[in-house]
């Protein structure tokens, strides 16, 4: 008795109230962070495509100075966790009010999610500090990361491996149907100013 007393306690806790308003999106979150870490890390092969029309390019850049996506899986479950889980604390534990709760948990979920840009283009910037030649990277294949768009209509990302390690970079193509991650792809050219690469469909 005194075990399922002490569950009913804790879902009543989570979930009445206004609870569930944090508790939810907390959930959420921290699981797919979780996925993700078990999964090869935060940037792992675990994809779930946040792709805006016209906008293909949400990932992090090979370049040091390219931008990690704003509305990335991995920015929205840090922002969902690190919102989710401050607002129920100052909610239940802080009796701050349920308005009081809303605003702390937004300056919590932007602060975890600025935190794991920062994180991931650190990460790229150490990625790519060795001397990496992207024109070796012509006539490999590599798996569609982040769906790419028709022809001058935005980029994509590609995963290729490049002297023994998996390495991310924009890419375009040149056809007129979009290329769905998860797509096996191979490099026809690579742009050593911009670093993006040229793919296509493999035959």
Do not use: H
């Not at 078990?38 to 092969?45: A, K």
């Not at 495509?49 to 929205?76: C, H, R």
């Not at 602060?111 to 991931?120: E, Q, S, T």
Request: hydrophobic fraction near 45%; charged fraction near 15%.
């Amino acid at each position: 008795m005194g075990r399922e007393r002490y569950w009913c306690a804790m879902l009543d806790s989570l979930f009445s109230d206004g609870g569930i308003w944090f508790s939810i999106p907390a959930i959420i979150g921290t699981i797919y962070f979780l996925i993700q870490i078990f999964m090869g890390g935060i940037g792992g092969d675990l994809d779930i495509d946040v792709d805006l029309e016209g906008a293909g390019d949400v990932g992090l850049g090979d370049a040091p100075g390219a931008e990690f996506g704003v509305l990335s899986a991995q920015t929205l479950s840090a922002f969902f966790m690190g919102s989710g889980w401050m607002g129920f604390a100052a909610l239940r534990l802080l009796d701050f009010g349920f308005t009081g709760a809303v605003l702390i948990a937004i300056g919590a979920g932007v602060f975890f999610a600025w935190l794991i840009i920062k994180v991931m283009r650190t990460m790229m910037k150490l990625q790519n500090s060795g001397n990496v030649a992207i024109r070796d990277t012509v006539g490999l294949s590599g798996d569609v990361y982040v769906q790419v768009p028709p022809e001058g209509q935005g980029m994509g990302r590609v995963k290729v491996v490049l002297g023994s390690r998996q390495r991310e970079f924009n890419c375009v193509q040149i056809g007129s149907d979009p290329i769905p991650s998860r797509t096996s792809v191979q490099v026809t050219d690579a742009n050593a100013t911009t670093n993006t690469l040229t793919v296509e469909r493999s035959s």
